[in-house]
């Protein structure tokens, strides 16, 4: 399994940016995307999305954020809207094959991971 991950940058508060991740070999049930916001800090949640198009937000972004699909090119997008400098950080685009309940779902529940986009939000 390998992604392409793209659309990370450089912006202001009250900004948006869209991330977009292209997997392929891969047509498991459950994407989503992670980030970490430096090496001291745990990868944590901010969306993720199955094959029944169920969804799942971390409540920091919850109103900001949109995770879609398009199947046909085996692609996640995370739109991001209104960021805040608290959003910097490397965002990872993440998969399995299975999902169990989305919103009990950790990073050890994905097996591939992208290389990472970075995104920084200025104040």
């Known amino acids: 399994v390998k992604f392409v991950e793209s659309g990370g940058g450089s912006v202001q508060a009250g900004g948006s940016l869209r991330l977009s991740c292209s997997a392929s070999?891969?047509?498991?049930?459950?994407m989503g995307w992670f980030r970490q916001g430096g090496p001291g800090n745990a990868r944590e949640r901010v969306a993720?999305?199955?094959?029944?198009?169920?969804?799942y937000y971390a409540d920091s972004v919850k109103g900001r954020f949109t995770i879609s699909d398009d199947r046909a090119k085996n692609t996640i997008y995370l739109q991001m809207d209104s960021l805040k400098p608290e959003d910097t950080a490397m965002y990872y685009c993440?998969?399995?094959?299975?999902?169990?309940?989305?919103?009990?779902?950790?990073?050890?529940?994905?097996?591939?991971w992208g290389q990472g986009t970075q995104v920084a939000v200025s104040s």
């Open positions: 070999g891969y047509t498991g049930d459950c």
């Open positions: 993440a998969a399995d094959w299975l999902c169990t309940v989305l919103d009990r779902m950790g990073p050890a529940d994905f097996r591939y």
């Open positions: 993720l999305i199955n094959t029944d198009y169920k969804t």
